[in-house]
T-cell receptor, first 108, second 113 residues
Framework: GQQVMQIPQYQHVQEGEDFTTYCNSS?????IQWYKQRPGGHPVFLIQ?????EVKKQKRLTFQFGEAKKNSSLHITATQTTDVGTYFC????????FGQGTRLTINP | AAGVIQSPRHLIKEKRETATLKCYPI?????VYWYQQGPGQDPQFLIS???????DKGSIPDRFSAQQFSDYHSELNMSSLELGDSALYFC????????????FGEGSWLTVV
């Protein structure tokens, strides 16, 4: 079945440093979605990428979808303490298959 | 805006007991999903319904069953509970044709003791 791998599993940065998480799928994805889950919270939808090579930005967050639509990345510039949480990528047509998530912690 | 409503938010059950979780999707959403998230794990897909019919099945144990009712709310029934069933159970909903963006409820914490 479809598998979505995400790395790294954990990332600890100093506030102000950049952060990147990578997502790879075993199969071509029709689209990929990114979610953020705060500790004790529920996954909150961030963005969806559909087109090959697509790049979208949300303030300090930059999302990319690979040309082959099998990989994606999320890059946060100049992290802030409010960015703490676990970032999940998820792909799939009818059911979302989640990556394992990258837990971001930040030293203020 | 209305969100996905789940109840109860917290539930404590003993081994071998039965538990029922309820989910009320966002109004006009036609698809409901159930996910299970263990501590430190990613959400695992259990089952989904589209227009009240089961549309997909994931890693849902045979001890679990779910259904979607005429008013589109859904219930996840879990029987013969085991300690390993302790997890956060998310319900999510989406509207086909809207890009399949899935919106999660706040989850129901099940603790089996």
């Amino acid at each position: 079945g479809q598998q979505v791998m995400q790395i790294p599993q954990y990332q600890h940065v100093q506030e102000g440093e950049d952060f990147t998480t990578y997502c790879n799928s075993s199969t071509t994805l029709s689209n990929i979605q990114w979610y953020k889950q705060r500790p004790g919270g529920h996954p909150v939808f961030l963005i969806q990428l559909v087109k090959s090579g697509e790049v979208k930005k949300q303030k300090r967050l930059t999302f990319q979808f690979g040309e082959a639509k099998k990989n994606s990345s999320l890059h946060i510039t100049a992290t802030q303490t409010t960015d703490v949480g676990t970032y999940f990528c998820a792909g799939g047509a009818q059911k979302l298959v989640f990556g394992q998530g990258t837990r971001l912690t930040i030293n203020p | 805006a209305a969100g996905v409503i789940q109840s109860p938010r917290h539930l404590i059950k003993e081994k071998r007991e039965t538990a029922t979780l309820k989910c009320y999707p966002i109004p006009r959403h036609d698809t409901v999903y159930w996910y299970q998230q263990g501590p430190g794990q990613d959400p695992q897909f259990l089952i989904s319904f589209y227009e009240k019919m089961q549309s997909d099945k994931g890693s849902i144990p045979d001890r679990f069953s779910a259904q979607q009712f005429s008013d589109y709310h859904s219930e996840l029934n879990m029987s013969s509970l085991e300690l390993g069933d302790s997890a956060l159970y998310f319900c999510a909903s989406s509207l086909v044709g809207s890009g399949n963006t899935i919106y999660f409820g706040e989850g129901s914490w099940l603790t089996v003791v």
